[in-house]
């Protein structure tokens, strides 16, 4: 795959930190501002940090504040905000006015620092499609030509879908998928203005990172069109997979379906990923001739709580015990990805022994190993009445209290 060059793009952000806090926490911002400055200071350095791992950053003396400009907006206790045409003028400001000594010193009775709440944003476009105006890929913009899609399954986040090129192109928007976390009113720290306690966040830049290394593995996937980035607002743009869910082509194209399913399957595997719901239809396009992995915000850690000591693996090339328990237990984790995925698609994609054969065979060629014996292939096959697989079984560890 040749690798994807990107067009950067500074643009004025939508929405800032403040629009942050006035959606998910107190719709009375800027007014409680103004009467405890100190405190919500505090606290919006705690949000910033929740939401950027950045905390409120503030320079002194560095631009002027546009004092001018009718936008800019006295919040109460020397606060002010502005989000006007003034570029560098754009944040939240405060106001400290210097005591008599250092007035006479500096020349100024006032001093204005200006804190950065995420009033940019940085859009980055792949050249291929550097004909498309940039203004295209402002969320003030497509949301406004867009239709929300919708799915059979809960949607954790927005996504949306619009056209460019005349109609030519479909385009999908995903925004970051975000869960938050709040305090009980009896659990809130005394110091905390707000009730939220914590910010997970799969960020858009990192979901088109997974679908890049994605296709350089081999795995169809929708082409990267760019992202949109902010401090409060996220988007992934794809380009649109025609086709349909591949249950519908089960009757028409089972074998190649089961072939490229199991080698898509692998291949996550060799990515060090576990994509949650790997057997859901509803996340793979089939186009009549290739599968195709349209969601990849799912797939975690294929590793995750082995902790595997690679440093004591690698550091000695004449000790190999390391190495070849890791392989050992490489390959049973590969080998529960590949039970699980059969165990699934019994009613569906595999239903019968010669289905379920070949998806073995195909998984076990993607992953250069040797053919499996039919004694490793019945293994495989067999399913005691209490198999669960990991899906499940962390479902039902969620949903226990």
């Known amino acids: 795959m040749e690798e994807i060059q990107f067009e950067h793009h500074t643009v004025n952000a939508r929405k800032d930190l403040l629009h942050f806090v006035e959606e998910h926490a107190d719709k009375d911002i800027y007014k409680h501002i103004g009467e405890k400055p100190d405190e919500w200071e505090d606290e919006l350095n705690i949000i910033s940090n929740l939401l950027t791992g950045e905390g409120l950053i503030g320079g002194t003396g560095i631009n002027h504040p546009p004092i001018n400009d009718p936008e800019f907006r006295e919040l109460g206790g020397n606060f002010f905000l502005y989000r006007g045409n003034q570029t560098r003028g754009r944040g939240l400001w405060r106001r400290e006015t210097l005591d008599k000594e250092i007035a006479e010193y500096t020349g100024r009775s006032e001093e204005w620092t200006q804190y950065s709440i ?22 003030e913009n497509f949301e406004k030509i867009s239709e929300e899609v919708k799915k059979e399954k809960a949607v954790k986040r927005p996504i949306f879908k619009f056209r460019v ?82 249950d519908t082509f089960l009757e028409t194209h089972r074998k190649e379906i089961i072939e ?38 799912e797939c975690v850690d294929l590793y995750f709580g082995l902790v595997p000591d690679y440093r004591k693996i690698l550091l000695n090339p004449r000790e190999t015990s390391g ?13 529960g990805e590949l039970k699980d995925a059969l165990s699934e698609y ?56």
């Not at 291949?267 to 509803?282: E, H, N, S």
């Not at 190495?323 to 080998?335: E, G, N, P, S, V």
């Open 260 to 297: 490229q399913d199991a080698e898509m399957l692998g291949k996550v595997c060799l990515a060090g990923y576990r994509k949650q719901g790997f057997i859901d239809f509803d996340d793979k396009i089939f186009d009549g001739e290739d599968l195709y992995l349209i969601d990849v915000d």
């Open 323 to 335: 190495l070849r328990d890791f392989r050992k237990m490489q390959r049973a984790i590969f080998k």
């Open 346 to 401: 019994r009613e569906s994609l595999t239903p019968t022994k010669e289905d379920m054969e070949h998806y073995v065979r195909t998984f076990y060629k993607t992953l250069g190993w040797k053919e499996p014996s039919q004694r490793q292939i019945s293994k495989l096959m067999d399913f005691p009445d209490d198999y669960m697989t990991q899906d499940r079984f962390m479902s039902m560890m969620s949903d226990t209290d």
């Open 165 to 246: 090129r005349d109609d030519q192109l479909g385009v999908y928007a995903k925004s970051a998928d975000i869960s938050y976390s709040f305090y009980y009113s009896d659990a809130k720290p005394k110091f905390r203005l707000t009730s939220i306690s914590s910010i997970q966040k799969t960020a858009s830049k990192k979901e088109m990172e997974r679908t890049i290394e994605f296709s350089k593995l081999g795995i169809n996937v929708p082409e990267v069109i760019g992202y949109y980035e902010s401090s409060v607002e996220e988007f992934l743009f794809l380009s649109e997979v025609k086709g349909k869910f591949p």
């Open 118 to 139: 995420g009033s940019k944003a940085v859009v980055r476009i792949n050249q291929k499609f550097s004909d498309i105006p940039i203004e295209t890929f402002l969320p």
